[in-house]
């Protein structure tokens, strides 16, 4: 400490100002951030660059600096859902696990985020720097011996699975929050199996099977009856070893 620090300031000079906070500059990587925090506290009817603007601090004008507007907004945060995706290198024998572990990875990035299902839904990954996502996932398919025209579809087949699927899940929680879903499914269980018999013989046999599944069991499920319908489609098991024989 100096020997003026110890001083009071005199009445006849002015106390210095404070020096105001540096200012963190705006950059698109800010707003995609805030705007996941605004998604996950309000919720996509709620998310918009007013509310985005406000959680950063600054003026809506200063987002259009960065971002055209909403629509590419939604799309950033759309595209940040591929940061950490690594496809693996076709693999013949594995595709099919290929196929199920991208799907399985791909409900979790949409769990990571509320109503980010929504937001997925509204978008393809044909930019730039979604392409070579699409691209390598065309290639595990077509590894496994898919005809082109199954292949096609096959992609936007299985994000319409794991997108579906997660809004679902994700709405149920929302409107559940103040629910137990064990308590639920008794009630539903114990109503289905109290239906007369004689008219709804399947959902009373089923009624012990239809709600006690847990949300991970249903996901795994649809997706094994996905990749299986698939493979239908390929060569069959053998195929190609039966093929070097009779080439030799």
């Given at each position: 400490?100096?020997?003026?620090?110890?001083?009071?300031?005199?009445?006849?000079?002015?106390?210095?100002?404070?020096?105001?906070?540096?200012?963190?500059?705006?950059?698109?990587?800010?707003?995609?951030?805030?705007?996941?925090?605004?998604?996950?506290?309000?919720?996509?009817?709620?998310?918009?660059?007013?509310?985005?603007?406000?959680?950063?601090?600054?003026?809506?004008?200063?987002?259009?600096?960065?971002?055209?507007?909403?629509?590419?907004?939604?799309?950033?945060?759309?595209?940040?859902?591929?940061?950490?995706?690594?496809?693996?290198?076709?693999?013949?024998?594995?595709?099919?696990?290929?196929?199920?572990?991208?799907?399985?990875?791909?409900?979790?990035?949409?769990?990571?985020?509320?109503?980010?299902?929504?937001?997925?839904?509204?978008?393809?990954?044909?930019?730039?720097?979604?392409?070579?996502?699409?691209?390598?996932?065309?290639?595990?398919?077509?590894?496994?011996?898919?005809?082109?025209?199954?292949?096609?579809?096959?992609?936007?087949?299985?994000?319409?699975?794991?997108?579906?699927?997660?809004?679902?899940?994700?709405?149920?929680?929302?409107?559940?929050?103040?629910?137990?879903?064990?308590?639920?499914?008794?009630?539903?269980?114990?109503y289905f199996a109290s239906?007369?018999?004689?008219?709804?013989?399947?959902?009373?046999?089923?009624?012990?099977?239809?709600?006690?599944?847990?949300?991970?069991?249903?996901?795994?499920?649809?997706?094994?009856?996905?990749?299986?319908?698939l493979a239908s489609y390929?060569?069959?098991?053998?195929?190609?070893?039966?093929?070097?024989?009779?080439?030799?």
């Amino acid at each position: 400490m100096s020997q003026q620090d110890d001083v009071p300031t005199a009445p006849w000079e002015r106390p210095r100002r404070r020096q105001a906070p540096a200012r963190i500059p705006l950059t698109r990587e800010r707003i995609v951030e805030a705007a996941f925090v605004v998604l996950d506290r309000d919720g996509y009817d709620k998310l918009s660059m007013r509310q985005v603007a406000a959680e950063l601090g600054v003026a809506v004008s200063a987002l259009y600096v960065h971002v055209d507007d909403k629509d590419e907004l939604l799309q950033l945060m759309y595209n940040r859902l591929f940061d950490d995706v690594q496809l693996p290198e076709p693999d013949p024998e594995t595709w099919q696990e290929q196929i199920k572990d991208f799907a399985r990875d791909g409900r979790q990035r949409l769990l990571r985020h509320r109503d980010m299902a929504r937001i997925s839904m509204q978008h393809v990954p044909f930019t730039a720097e979604l392409l070579p996502h699409v691209e390598r996932l065309f290639a595990i398919l077509r590894a496994g011996g898919l005809p082109d025209r199954v292949t096609a579809i096959a992609g936007d087949l299985l994000s319409t699975y794991m997108e579906g699927f997660t809004l679902e899940e994700s709405m149920w929680k929302e409107r559940m929050k103040d629910s137990s879903w064990t308590v639920i499914g008794a009630q539903l269980e114990n109503y289905f199996a109290s239906l007369p018999p004689d008219r709804f013989p399947n959902l009373v046999a089923l009624s012990d099977l239809m709600v006690g599944e847990t949300n991970d069991y249903r996901f795994e499920l649809g997706l094994d009856i996905i990749v299986r319908g698939l493979a239908s489609y390929g060569p069959p098991s053998g195929y190609e070893d039966k093929a070097e024989d009779e080439a030799s």
